[in-house]
Structures are given as C-alpha cells and as structure tokens.
C-alpha cells in the first residue's frame, strides 16, 4: 500500500514533509547560492515529494525516500541553472564549533581557513559526488546512502574514500 492511496494519507504525506522540512533546507542551501534560487529549488521538491507520494511504500523509511526525491530534483536544477562556479555554504553541514572552544585566534583562524577550503572543494564536486558528501556529513548509513542515490554500498565506500583523499589533497594544497 502506498502513502497516497487515500485522502487520510495526503494528510500524513503533508505531515511526514513538514517533520523533515529539514532535509529540503540542507538540499537547497548546498546546491543553490542565492536567496532566490533556494527558493525556486524548495518549492520544485516540495512539488515532486507531492507528485512522487504515490512512489512511497509505508515499509520505506521516509527520511530515505525523501532524501531520494530532493537530491534527484536538486541535481537536476542544479545541471539546468549551470551555477558550477558559484560558491554554496557548506556551513550548516559542518560541526559548528563554540568560540570558547579555540584557544587562541591562530587556531581559530586555521580553522576558518581549513573551513573555507573544504567548503570550496566541496562545491567542486560533481553533482553525485556533492550530493554524496552531504548524505555523509549527515552521518547517513553507507547503506542508506546507496538506497538514495541507487548505487551499491560498496560503490558508496569506494567513491567517499577516494572524494576524502581527493578533498584531503585540495585542502593541503589550498592551506600551503
């Protein structure tokens, strides 16, 4: 039985979207730069998770699924809107980091430094593998991440170690 066979599941497909209303948010600010853009790419998946309910099977669990929908609409407007050189915000990915926790401004600057590399590098990213890193900074599971993104999970482990080595590179290099 899919979610959309019968009004009282809209209902819950409105519901489910709105508990994870969050994985919208993280899609659209690291694909899209600007206000508007982010915008534009919130409303088209909010229209395809509706259009897709019907796809959704109840022994599924949602989060993948719309994890699944998102970054396929994100990846398409993304290829459409040709916006590879723009600078996306990785930040809210990253483990914020309390200012008393640094104790002292070279280390506070060394981080910022090292922030704004990986997030450059991250951005450099082919689609897949950008959306790849987000499902791994979200701490998804290898498996989780290749039901998204219909790899096996060994491709998975295989693409994030080489994308690690190769962002481990970029930063030394834009750090020296």
Excluded: P
């Amino acid at each position: 039985m899919t979610i959309m066979d019968n009004q009282n599941n809209k209902k819950e497909l409105v519901k489910l979207i709105q508990e994870n209303k969050g994985i919208v948010f993280k899609i659209c600010n690291s694909y899209c730069h600007n206000k508007g853009d982010r915008e534009d790419l919130a409303q088209e998946i909010i229209y395809q998770l509706w259009k897709s309910g019907k796809t959704f099977h109840a022994d599924q669990k949602f989060s993948t699924w719309m994890y699944k929908v998102a970054l396929n609409v994100a990846i398409s407007f993304y290829r459409k809107s040709k916006r590879a050189n723009e600078l996306v915000s990785f930040k809210e990915n990253l483990k914020d980091i309390e200012d008393d926790d640094f104790e002292n401004a070279d280390y506070e600057n060394e981080y910022e430094k090292t922030r704004k590399s990986l997030q450059k590098s991250i951005n450099e990213l082919k689609e897949l593998d950008r959306a790849l890193m987000i499902l791994f900074l979200e701490a998804k599971s290898y498996k989780e991440i290749a039901e998204i993104l219909g790899i096996t999970e060994t491709n998975v482990a295989t693409k994030i170690s080489r994308i690690k080595d190769k962002l481990k590179q970029k930063i030394l290099n834009f750090n020296n």
